[in-house]
């Protein structure tokens, strides 16, 4: 069955503080995504990246960066969290849209970080 | 450019009543069109998607939905609905050509009465 798994679901932060999310797919997707979920907002694309050591901002990328050194592990990185960043960040990940694949997502269960 | 609007961000119905959730979206190119489903506190899990083959879409748990070109829409239906359908839905599209973005909708929340 395939599986994306985001290391922690529930993160409380002090403002200021260094927040490492991490999130790893077992599928060999090419493509992984960072979603931020906010009510009436919907999902809003932060950064993605559709291959090892490639990365592409999204809609709303100022206050965070992402690492993918490995092709199954793409990590989204808050720099000095703000309250404003409280949210939930869904990690998912996708063949590509080509080839005869539709590119469907594959979500993980999401992390849900507060910023204090 | 892609764009997904979702009518009602809140949708009551009864045990057993017709469930209709709405989705027009605005494409330059044929688009892929998905549903997914969201149960509190997960994630997003695919409901079904259109790829341009057969209009009408049947997806998982008794949903599906129509691929309207000349209404631009993507509606989702479900002839009765049950206790286990309440969740917030979400459609998505994405263009046929192999981007990797999608544009989602706001969503929308499902309630079943008993």
Partial sequence: DVKVTQSSRYLVKRTGEKVFLECVQDMDHENMFWYRQDPGLGLRLIYFSYDVKMKEKGDIPEGYSVSREKKERFSLILESASTNQTSMYLCASSLPGSRGKTGELFFGEGSRLTVL | ?114
């Fill in chain 2, 1 to 114: 450019a892609q764009s997904v609007t979702q009518l009602g961000s809140h949708v009551s119905v009864s045990e057993g009543a017709l469930v209709l959730l709405r989705c027009n979206y605005s494409s330059s190119v044929p688009p892929y069109l998905f549903w997914y489903v969201q149960y509190p506190n997960q994630g997003l899990q695919l409901l079904l998607k259109y790829t341009s083959a057969a209009t009408l879409v049947k997806g998982i748990n008794g949903f599906e939905a129509e691929f309207k070109k000349s209404e631009t829409s993507f509606h989702l239906t479900k002839p009765s609905a049950h206790m286990s359908d309440a969740a917030e839905y979400f459609c998505a599209v994405s263009v046929s050509s192999g981007t990797y973005k999608y544009i989602f909708g706001t969503g929308t929340r499902l309630k079943v009465l008993a």
